[in-house]
C-alpha cells in the first residue's frame, strides 16, 4: 500500500518568507510525529500527534514553528519569518500508535537563503 | 543528492561477509529499540524492533541484540549485499508515561565492497 507521503519534496525559500510542509500519513494510523534531519545527524523530535490533537509538542524550537492536523488524517508543519538555520530535511511519519514503528515518509528538504 | 552519512563512524565490509553495527544507549528508561535504515535521499526505513523483555530477535538476514546492562544494542546482517550500503540509525522510546517520542542516535555508515 501506499507509504507516508510529503510534498514538497524540496522548497527554496528566502530568509523571513513564510513555509508549509504537508504531510500524507499512511491511511489509518493514528499517531503522526514531525522531526527534523540535518546533515550528518540523527532525526530531532519537533512534535507528534495522537488523533487531531498535539499530544507532545516539545521538540519546537521556537514559537515560528507550529503544526496542525485538523481532521487526523494529513498534517501541514508551517514555519513563519524562516532563518537559515531552519534549512534542513523534514520527516514526517506515522505509526497504529502506542509501541509500533515508526513509518517515515523521504522528507521535504527545506533550503533558505 | 546530499548524503546522511557525513562525518560518520564508517563500517566498510566486502559483499558476503557479516556485519555488526553497535549502538550505545544512555536512557536506562527506554524499553523499546527500533533499528533503521536510510538511502541517500530518503526517509529512515524501518529494519527491526526489540522490547526490554527480549536480549535477542531475528528478521530475514538481520538480528538484534540488546544487552540491558551495559545499555547497548546491536545490528547484525548477514551476507552483507550491495543493497545494505546506507547510514543505519538506532533509536530508543521510553514506556511510561505514555511518551511515544522515539531519541535517535547518530548513525553509522556501513559501505559494501563489491
Known amino acids: 500500500g501506499a507509504g507516508v507521503s510529503q510534498t514538497p519534496s524540496n522548497k527554496v525559500t528566502e530568509k523571513g518568507k513564510y513555509v508549509e510542509l504537508r504531510c500524507d500519513p499512511i491511511?489509518?494510523?493514528?499517531?503522526l510525529y514531525w522531526y527534523r534531519q540535518s546533515l550528518g545527524q540523527g532525526p530531532e523530535f519537533l512534535i507528534y500527534?495522537?488523533?487531531?490533537?498535539?499530544?507532545?509538542d516539545s521538540g519546537l524550537p521556537n514559537d515560528r514553528f507550529f503544526a496542525v492536523r485538523p481532521e487526523g488524517s494529513v498534517s501541514t508543519l508551517k514555519i513563519q519569518r524562516t532563518e537559515r538555520g531552519d534549512s534542513a530535511v523534514y520527516l514526517c511519519?506515522?505509526?497504529?500508535?502506542?509501541?509500533?514503528?515508526?513509518?517515515f515518509g523521504n522528507g521535504t528538504r527545506l533550503t533558505v537563503t | 543528492g546530499e548524503s546522511v552519512g557525513l562525518h560518520l563512524p564508517t563500517l566498510s565490509v566486502q559483499e558476503g561477509d557479516n556485519s555488526i553495527i553497535n549502538c550505545a544507549y544512555s536512557?536506562?528508561?527506554?524499553?523499546?529499540f527500533i533499528w533503521y535504515k536510510q538511502e541517500s535521499g530518503k526517509g529512515p526505513q524501518f529494519i527491526i524492533d526489540i522490547r526490554s523483555n527480549m536480549d535477542k530477535r531475528q528478521g530475514q538476514r538481520v538480528t538484534v541484540l540488546l544487552n540491558k546492562t551495559v545499555k547497548h544494542l546491536s545490528l547484525q546482517i548477514a551476507a552483507t549485499q550491495p543493497g545494505d550500503s546506507a547510514v543505519y540509525f538506532c533509536?530508543?522510546?521510553?514506556?511510561?508515561?505514555?511518551?511515544?517520542?522515539?531519541?535517535f542516535g547518530k548513525g553509522n555508515q556501513v559501505v559494501v565492497i563489491p
Open positions: 491511511s489509518g494510523h493514528t499517531a
Open positions: 536512557n536506562s528508561a527506554s524499553d523499546y
Open positions: 533509536a530508543e522510546n521510553e514506556l511510561e508515561g505514555g511518551n511515544n517520542r522515539l531519541a
Open positions: 500527534f495522537q488523533g487531531t490533537g498535539a499530544a507532545d
Open positions: 511519519a506515522s505509526s497504529w500508535g502506542g509501541r509500533s514503528p515508526l513509518h
